[in-house]
């Protein structure tokens, strides 16, 4: 349990929290929603120590572990390995481990007083416990399966944390919080890094979590999934709404309505009760009871109403300017940044006016690439991009917010973005589409907020209204409120669209078609994200298709001049030819898991006999242990390689029926 009894905390003379108090309940999974800037990070501040309020108390039990993933790492620890960064997941473990060490080294030595020795070897039974307990002997296999399931190849294990992108740094990051198991996880918008598939699978991994679980996440599709209870932080308090984030949208509304209601009732009594006062006070008869009525009017209680949470902004996308029937397309496109490893291959495609795209897969296989190829801003090795008849392309790339001038103000960034000699007069109907009014539009760009910048770039795009929008990742740094306008702007749009987004909801409700990303060629799935989770399911692809986008021998989009009927038995001949070799490695990767199972049942019991404080030979009792120890190693060793064959396995398997 963690209760917060009368919080206040400000920076800079302005609260932040102001006299707060909640109680998170052992167990529960709370999403933790607000405006940016509300606290919401402040609050996971506090419960970890790192920010110490100005008054009030926060109760958290003894003992209890807290994991939270930290939107920085240390920069010591990116010298370390990837895997053995994520694997020393739990900061009290190496004290333990090297304390048992030092007890075991004693023990062997022999030690005279037996007083100490019963002392020595109580204690070594204790930290033994607490060490399995803690999962020393597991961490190691799931920092790799972690890994592994955010889209780290095995090949990169091995890296130096330093070599990986600040994205991918906070992947592991991730990784390692996950796998720490502790008593509470905080997790603070840990979806930001993160492609569909990694999402899909963080999911799946929360669900099964059994502590208590605090999620700050602008991600709808998290919450949805994840949250029982929602705390909505803003305007310096925190509420508890005990539902999840569709349970708190509709309470909230109705909160508000009610109180509207009782603030126009209070007013309307107001001012009644203050006419009457001003007409009375001034007649002699009628001063007491003016006097009396001004007592009351002071003792009324005012109704204030929550902040509102809507988008300050608005996001209004001019009509499209009336194009041919197909907006763009790829001839036998082949690209990659080196020849002798392509992206794409042969790939053909055809996208028509007025279609909603989401391209979707893993990090580093291709998504902004694909975009850019669209957009003319990559050249193909081979093959082309033909762009349709008067269509006309407008193109939101993730760096363009970090390239902004600082010293460049609102309107000068829109109005460089004109085509030449295009007049300025319309200029500030697109500003104020985008949110950008009065004083706002003098704004320099260093001190817009993200999701500001986000605005910009659309409001650049649209000063030349394009009918083909190519979007990667719009939602970035925008908040709930402002990726729901972005969201309703997009699916009333009736020109063309083409994005990349790691939000789920975002794509669900704009996307009309996803084509997912594979090693050398995409696939496309003709209806929305439900209709492609359901088809890739139904092709052995997974929940996310993150099995057939993560490893090579994936179905190509390309076509073959085989007919149907040969393609057919081809397929049939290559099934068979590969169902041995599949029934095989299912049963050495089973029996591998028996005999893991058998060592581990072994290391239990002589753990057990360690931690009894019966007399026996406690350095064959060790080196015993110490055999099971190298076993159980080098048969994970053996499982991970047979793991691996039978994966490459299925995927050729996948890649025969959709040949």
């Known amino acids: 349990m963690i209760d917060f009894q009368n919080i206040s905390k400000s920076y800079f003379g302005k609260y932040i929290l102001k006299d707060v108090s909640f109680r998170v309940n052992s167990g529960e999974r709370v999403g933790v929603v607000g405006p940016n800037g509300a606290g919401k990070s402040t609050i996971f501040g506090i419960i970890t120590g790192e920010v110490v309020p100005d008054s009030g108390t926060v109760a958290i039990p003894r003992d209890h572990r807290l994991g939270i993933m930290r939107q920085r790492i240390d920069p010591a620890e990116l010298e370390r390995s990837l895997l053995d960064f994520t694997a020393d997941a739990i900061p009290e473990l190496p004290g333990y481990i090297a304390e048992l060490k030092d007890l075991e080294t004693a023990l062997e030595r022999g030690l005279d007083d037996d007083q100490a020795l019963d002392r020595a070897l109580k ?279 970090e390239l902004l001038s600082d010293e460049m103000s609102v309107y000068d960034a829109v109005r460089e973005a004109l085509p030449p000699g295009a007049s300025v007069s319309g200029l500030c109907n697109v500003l104020g589409s985008f949110g950008f009014s009065g004083d706002a539009v003098s704004k320099p760009c260093g001190v817009l907020s993200g999701g500001e910048r986000i605005r910009l770039q659309l409001a650049r795009i649209f000063v030349n209204p394009p009918n083909l929008l190519i979007l990667d990742e719009p939602t970035t740094h925008l908040d709930l409120a402002a990726r729901e306008l972005l969201q309703r702007a997009i699916a009333g749009y009736s020109g063309t669209v083409c994005l990349v987004s790691h939000d789920i909801e975002f794509v669900r409700n704009t996307a009309t078609s996803i084509l997912a990303v594979e090693d050398g060629g995409l696939r496309r799935y003709w209806g929305n994200y439900d209709y492609y989770l359901e088809k890739s399911a139904q092709l052995g692809m997974g929940s996310a298709a993150a099995d057939a986008m993560a490893s090579p021998g994936a179905c190509d989009s390309s076509g073959g001049a085989e007919t149907a009927r040969e393609r057919r038995r081809a397929r049939a001949r290559a099934r068979q030819a590969l169902a041995g070799d599949l029934k095989r490695a299912r049963e050495r990767l089973e029996a591998l898991e028996e005999r893991l199972d058998a060592d581990s049942e072994k290391r239990k019991i002589l753990l057990t006999k360690l931690a009894s404080g019966m007399k026996l030979n406690f350095a064959a009792v060790n080196r015993e242990l110490a055999d099971v120890e190298k076993a159980i190693a080098a048969t994970e060793t053996e499982w991970e390689e047979a793991a691996a064959e039978l994966e490459a396995l299925r995927l050729e398997n996948d890649r025969i029926h959709c040949d």
Request: with cysteine; net charge positive.
């Open 123 to 401: 204690r070594h039974g204790v930290l033994q416990t607490m060490v399995e307990h803690l999962g020393v002997y597991r961490l190691d296999l799931e920092a790799k399966q972690a890994l592994s399931n955010l889209g780290f190849p095995v090949s990169s294990f091995d890296r130096p944390l330093r070599e990986f992108s600040g994205g991918w740094q906070m992947r592991a990051a991730l990784a390692r919080v996950l796998i720490s198991h502790p008593d509470t996880l905080l997790l603070d918008e840990p979806s930001n890094y993160l492609d569909v598939p990694a999402i899909e699978w963080l999911c799946r991994f929360l669900a099964g979590f059994p502590g208590t679980l605090m999620l700050i996440s602008h991600d709808r599709f998290l919450l949805r999934k994840l949250a029982a209870v929602t705390l909505e932080v803003n305007g310096g308090t925190v509420i508890r709404y005990p539902g999840d984030y569709d349970y708190y949208r509709r309470e909230r509304d109705s909160r508000q309505h009610a109180l509207e209601a009782a603030k126009r009732n209070s007013d309307r009594k107001r001012e009644q009760m203050e006419r009457v006062i001003e007409r009375f006070r001034a007649k002699s008869t009628k001063a007491a009871q003016a006097r009396s009525w001004q007592k009351k009017l002071e003792a009324m209680e005012v109704v204030e109403l929550q902040e509102t949470l809507d988008y300050r902004g608005v996001i209004r996308f001019p009509a499209p300017p009336p194009g041919g029937t197909e907006a763009i397309r790829m001839e036998r496109l082949s690209f990659g940044y080196t020849p002798d490893r392509l992206l794409f291959k042969d790939l053909d495609l055809t996208i028509d006016s007025g279609d909603k795209v989401a391209v979707i897969g893993y990090n580093g296989r291709g998504k902004t690439t694909f975009l850019k190829l669209l957009a003319g801003r990559l050249q193909p090795l081979a093959g082309r991009v033909v762009v349709g008849h008067r269509t006309v392309i407008g193109y939101q790339a993730q760096e363009f917010s």
